[in-house]
Nanobody, 127 residues
Framework: VQLQASGGGLVQPGESLRLSCTAS????????IGWFRQAPGKEREGVSC????????VYADSVKGRFTVSRDNTKNTVYLQMNSLKPEDTATYYC?????????????????????WGRGTLVTVSS
């Protein structure tokens, strides 16, 4: 079971990036997928969560209206579209799948329920 996040890079404020989370060894359509990020010196925080059961998505207030999650089951991939990027979005981004509980709730992802973690991808927003 592996998850791999990709698509990070260096962009200027206001630009966009699309991150991909690709799974191998299991089908993402049966799992909720959470996106998390960790900036240097800070704790890992939940960014968004996509529920596999009803297709609903939840976002942290800091990214609401700018980030959008989508899923392509044919490619076994979940995407995080990030628009209007800000310097404070700079972080290593991770995707994860829960191994305990549902993972995704109306309040966002419950990080302690996520046991499958992919290698992160670095997003740097700087002018």
């Amino acid at each position: 079971v592996q998850l791999q996040a990709s698509g990070g890079g260096l962009v200027q404020p206001g630009e966009s990036l699309r991150l991909s989370c690709t799974a191998s060894g299991f089908s993402l359509k049966y799992y909720a997928i959470g996106w998390f990020r960790q900036a240097p010196g800070k704790e890992r925080e939940g960014v968004s969560c996509f529920s596999h059961s009803d297709g609903t998505d939840v976002y942290a207030d800091s990214v609401k209206g700018r980030f959008t999650v989508s899923r392509d089951n044919t490619k076994n991939t979940v995407y995080l579209q990030m628009n209007s990027l800000k310097p404070e979005d700079t972080a290593t981004y991770y995707c994860a799948a829960p191994t305990l509980g549902q993972g995704c709730y109306a309040t966002g992802p419950a990080i302690f329920e996520f046991g499958y973690w992919g290698r992160g991808t670095l997003v740097t927003v700087s002018s």
